[in-house]
C-alpha cells in the first residue's frame, strides 16, 4: 500500500494557492491569463521541478510536467486541472486536482516506483469562464477544439481582450493553435475535482466517479410590452411584460423537478439572468429578458424541457398581449466519458476500502475538452457543504489524502 506525504500535500496546497490560509474572506481571485494565475502555475512548476519533472509549457500556456517512464517512446498518462479561479474563488476548485496529482507522483517517487511509461500532470490554462465569457480555453486549444478568431477579440470588464491578456503573459498567439495535440500524443487523460455539490455525502459514499459531463441549453427570452405610466394606465389596458415573465419564473423550476423524478437521469434548470426595462418605480415594465439553463446529460430528456419552456412562454405572452422572442443561445451535447476508465478508477478506490457513487456531472470542466480525443475518467472529491466558486470553498485534508491515493495506485496499475 502506498503512503501519501499528508504533510507535503498540506504544503503544496498552500504553496499553489500562494497563501498562508486557505479560508481568507476574500477568497482567491486568480482570473485566466492574469498575473497572479501566473503566479500559480510557477508555484506548480517549481514542484514539479523539485519532483524532479521535466516541465514545459505549451503555446497556450499549458503546463506539462512529465515523468519518463523507462519506456519513454510511449505515450503518457496524463492527470491534470486547472488553477484559475472565479472572482473571490476558493483554493480548491481546480487546485485540487493538481495537488492531487503532483502528490500521487510523490507518493509513487517516495515508493521507489518507476512507471513504464510516461507520466503527466497537465495544469490548464484559463479553465473558467469568469473573465472573457470563454471556459476551458487551454484544454481547448490542447484538444484542437478552440476557435481562436471567435475569442480573439472577446474583452474582459476592463476591456482588455483574450489576444491582449495572453501576449501581457508573454504568449504569443500567432502561435497559440500550435498547442494542439495530436491523438497518438497521449494515452488517457484523468482529472481530479471537487464535487461542487453534495451528492456524495448523501450517498453515504467516499467519492464520485462521472460518467458524463451535462452540457447545457441556454435560452435567451426576451418580452416586449408597452410602458405606461403606473397611476394613470388602468389593470384592463395594459401590455405589462414582467406579468407576463412572472409565471415562467416558477415553471422553470417546477417542470424541472417533475420531469426529473420521472427520468432515469435528473435534469436541471434555472432562470439564471433578469433585466427589467425601464425598471423605473412609476413605469410599466415594458421589456424583459430572462436567461435560461438547462442541463442533463439525456440530451433529449433537456431538449424536450427547452421546447416546453418556449411554448409556455409564447402562451403566456398571449395571454398578456406581449411580443415574445426565443433564442437558443447553446446547445451542445453532453460528453460520456470512457466506462472501461471510470470502472478502473472506480475499482481502485473500492480496493483501497473507499465507497463509490456513480454520478454525473453537472458543471463542464477540462476533461469535456480532452473526452473528444482521448479516453477520459473524472474522479470527484466531496467539498464541504457543495460550497464553491466562493471564499468558503473546502475541501478536506482528508479527502485530498484520498484523491492523492486513488490516483497514486491507479498510476500505478496503469503505468
Ligand atoms: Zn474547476
Not at 486541472?81 to 495537488?99: E, N, P, Q, R, Y
Not at 425601464?278 to 421546447?307: C, H, W
Request: proline share 3%.
Amino acid at each position: 500500500m502506498l503512503k501519501v506525504d499528508e504533510q507535503w500535500l498540506s504544503d503544496i496546497t498552500y504553496q499553489v494557492n500562494c497563501t498562508d490560509t486557505l479560508l481568507k474572506e476574500e477568497g482567491f481571485t486568480r482570473l485566466g491569463f492574469s498575473k497572479e494565475e501566473e503566479k500559480a502555475i510557477q508555484q506548480f512548476t517549481e514542484i514539479s521541478t523539485n519532483l524532479g519533472l521535466h516541465t514545459r509549457q505549451d503555446e497556450a500556456g499549458n503546463v506539462i510536467a512529465k515523468w519518463e517512464g523507462s519506456d519513454s517512446k510511449d505515450a503518457p498518462i496524463a492527470i491534470g486541472s486547472h488553477l484559475d479561479t472565479v472572482k473571490h474563488g476558493g483554493g480548491f476548485d481546480g487546485a485540487a486536482g493538481v495537488i492531487c496529482a503532483l502528490s500521487a507522483i510523490k507518493t509513487l517517487k517516495d515508493s521507489g516506483f518507476t512507471p513504464s511509461i510516461p507520466i503527466e500532470v497537465i495544469c490548464f490554462r484559463s479553465e473558467e469562464s469568469s473573465r472573457f465569457g470563454v471556459s476551458t480555453i487551454g484544454s481547448k486549444a490542447m484538444a484542437g477544439l478552440l476557435d481562436k478568431e471567435a475569442i480573439k477579440d472577446v474583452k474582459d470588464e476592463d476591456g482588455t481582450s483574450v489576444q491582449k491578456a495572453v501576449e501581457e503573459v508573454g504568449l504569443t498567439w500567432s502561435n497559440f493553435e500550435k498547442a494542439e495535440r495530436m491523438k497518438s500524443e497521449l494515452k488517457q487523460f484523468i482529472e481530479l475535482h471537487i464535487e461542487q455539490g453534495t451528492r456524495i455525502e448523501q450517498a453515504g459514499s467516499s467519492f464520485g466517479i462521472a460518467r458524463a459531463i451535462a452540457c447545457p441549453v441556454r435560452l435567451s427570452i426576451e418580452l416586449s410590452g408597452k410602458a405606461g405610466h403606473t397611476g394613470t394606465t388602468p389593470m384592463d389596458n395594459r401590455r405589462d411584460a414582467l406579468c407576463a415573465a412572472a409565471p415562467l419564473i416558477s415553471y422553470v423550476s417546477e417542470e424541472a423537478s417533475r420531469r426529473s423524478e420521472a427520468s432515469d437521469y435528473p435534469v436541471v434548470a434555472t432562470v439564471s439572468t433578469l433585466t427589467v426595462e425601464p425598471n423605473v418605480m412609476t413605469v410599466i415594465p415594458d421589456t424583459v429578458q430572462l436567461g435560461i439553463d438547462i442541463r442533463s446529460v439525456d440530451d433529449e430528456l433537456k431538449r424536450e424541457l427547452a421546447e416546453a419552456i418556449e411554448k409556455k412562454i409564447i402562451s403566456l405572452a398571449n395571454e398578456s398581449r406581449v411580443e415574445c422572442r426565443v433564442e437558443t443561445l447553446v446547445d451542445d451535447d453532453s460528453v460520456f466519458l470512457d466506462p472501461e476508465t471510470l470502472a478502473s478508477l472506480k475499482r481502485v478506490g473500492e480496493n483501497l476500502g473507499y465507497k463509490g457513487f456513480d454520478m454525473e456531472s453537472g458543471a463542464g470542466h477540462d476533461i469535456m475538452n480532452m473526452a473528444h480525443k482521448w479516453p477520459t475518467g473524472l474522479l470527484f472529491i466531496p467539498c464541504k457543504d457543495g460550497v464553491s466558486h466562493h471564499p468558503s470553498e473546502f475541501a478536506s485534508q482528508e479527502d485530498m489524502v484520498m484523491g492523492a491515493e486513488i490516483i497514486a495506485h491507479y498510476l500505478k496499475n496503469e503505468a
